[in-house]
């Protein structure tokens, strides 16, 4: 039985109202695991909503969007943030910030701006390795755009995706409750766009749990290294 994800939630605010509505739209929507995105907030303040999240019997991954304007400014962000935070996932506006962080370990995902060219675009995905390339259904609802040129840009992004074998997450990027959408409706939007089936499942499903799986192992007390990790052998 799958486990379905909504990788992306971005709440307008963090105040208990909003937070009531995504968690009671999870439950209604079979949702197990969703990654909120927390802007700002101090530590004490991201483990208390994760408690709530948590009661409610919603598994919370801590996820942090950042939206570099330069190579420098991505890596500080890397470097401040990495240790911190289960997912990391760069919103790439320009071709030098997509180059790096196609290439930097410690992107998870990377996403592709509504202001970007299909030329970037193409140039941006065919340099991607080892990492996720996310979709927004928010994008279709936001943009200032043309709802054809919208799905013509998500095509093309998934297309190009497909051609490098790059994996894709289907996320609502949801503001609020109103904003979200089922997994499943989501997987169909992804087989409009062209996946096949079992593609579009693992875009709701597989694909997102098995970073948070891989990253919530390497910030635990047990990981060393990539291959390295401590067992402790229980006392006789």
Not at 99 to 107: F, N, T
Not at 166 to 188: H, T, Y
Not at 223 to 234: A, N
Request: hydrophobic residues 40%.
């Amino acid at each position: 039985m799958r486990r379905f994800v909504d990788f992306c939630i971005i709440p307008s605010s963090y105040e208990d109202e909003i937070l009531d509505g995504l968690i009671k739209i999870s439950r209604l929507l079979d949702i197990s695991l969703i990654g909120i995105s927390f802007c700002q907030l101090k530590q004490n303040q991201i483990s208390k909503i994760i408690m709530k999240f948590n009661e409610a019997g919603i598994d919370i991954a801590k996820r942090l969007d950042i939206t570099p304007k330069t190579r420098i400014e991505l890596l500080k962000e890397l470097r401040k943030n990495r240790g911190i935070y289960e997912i990391i996932c760069v919103n790439c506006n320009n071709t030098e910030v997509s180059i790096v962080a196609s290439r930097d370990r410690r992107v998870d995902l990377v996403s592709i701006g509504q202001k970007m060219t299909l030329r970037s675009i193409r140039k941006a995905i065919n340099r991607i390795s080892n990492k996720h390339l996310e979709i927004r259904m928010s994008e279709i609802l936001t943009s200032t755009k043309s709802k054809i040129n919208v799905f013509r840009k998500l095509y093309e992004e998934i297309s190009i995706a497909k051609y490098n074998k790059v994996p894709i997450i289907l996320s609502s990027g949801a503001k609020n409750s109103f904003m979200m959408r089922s997994p499943r409706d989501m997987a169909a939007l992804g087989i409009f766009l062209g996946l096949d089936k079992i593609e579009a499942l693992n875009s709701v499903s597989k694909n997102p749990l098995s970073i948070i799986k891989e990253n919530r192992k390497k910030l635990s007390n047990r990981w060393i290294t990539e291959g390295v990790e401590i067992y402790r052998v229980p006392k006789k």
